[in-house]
């Protein structure tokens, strides 16, 4: 079955820190990913997406990510978080031929004053 | 200003109660769908439609019906609400003809049932 999983639930950093989510899904073919935020009480927002081309994606806010097709892997990255990025982040993978577009379970992110 | 807009945002119900989730989407989008969000499982599809009077089921359909009578509207439908049903319910829709476009999400409902 058609799977996503995202490999830490909650993730509590400083401000400045480096910031990796992990993503994986699966298995192979054409997909699409995504990666959504949900800020506290609000709903989710399409922070970065990959269809075709560069592998090395950029997105709002200064997120970016990789996708390495060999490891079913779509990892985000930041190189410096700040106190306004705490929010869930939420990793989705839609596979050609269908309409779904499955999520993982989400990420919790805090980041520390 | 154009979007995805969800009706009621909060709402307790009775077990065994009724009730119906609006949608509306006025992007002219084909996909809708209809989400769950529970606490450490992500989000999870009910149902989805890509265009009116196409509906299909998604990972946990039971307990949910809906309907696509038109482009704009994709309500979601509990006929007898259970305490399992409990969960921010999310409605998210796409355009199934521009090729690189993700969902635009609704601001959720928060249900309870008791």
């Known amino acids: 079955a058609q799977s996503v999983s995202q490999h830490n639930h909650h993730v509590i950093l400083s401000e400045a820190a480096s910031l990796e989510l992990g993503c994986n899904y699966s298995?192979?073919?054409?997909?699409?990913l995504f990666w959504y935020v949900q800020y506290p009480g609000q709903h989710l927002q399409l922070l970065l997406k990959?269809?075709?081309?560069?592998?090395l994606v950029k997105g709002i806010k200064g997120f970016e990510a990789e996708f390495i097709k060999s490891k079913f892997s779509f990892n985000l990255r930041k190189p410096s978080v700040q106190w306004s990025d705490t929010a869930e982040y939420f990793c989705?993978?839609?596979?050609?031929?269908?309409?779904?577009?499955?999520f993982g379970a989400g990420t919790r992110l805090f980041v520390k004053a | 200003n154009a979007g995805v807009t969800q009706t009621p945002k909060f709402q307790v119900l009775k077990t065994g109660q009724s009730m119906t989730l609006q949608c509306a989407q006025d992007?002219?989008?084909?996909?809708m769908s209809w989400y769950r969000q529970d606490p450490g499982m992500g989000l999870r599809l009910i149902h989805y439609?890509?265009?009116?009077?196409?509906?299909d089921q998604g990972e946990v359909p039971n307990g949910y019906n809906v309907s696509r009578s038109t482009t704009e509207d994709f309500p979601l439908r509990l006929l007898s609400a259970a305490p399992s049903q409990t969960s921010v319910y999310f409605c998210?829709?796409?355009?199934?003809?521009?090729?690189?476009?993700?969902?635009?999400f609704g601001s959720g409902t928060r249900l309870t049932v008791v």
């Open positions: 998210a829709s796409s355009s199934l003809t521009i090729r690189d476009y993700g969902y635009t």
């Open positions: 298995y192979g073919g054409t997909v699409n």
């Open positions: 990959y269809f075709s081309g560069d592998p």
């Open positions: 989705a993978v839609k596979w050609a031929g269908g309409f779904k577009t499955i």
């Open positions: 992007m002219n989008h084909e996909y």
């Open positions: 439609s890509v265009g009116a009077g196409i509906t």
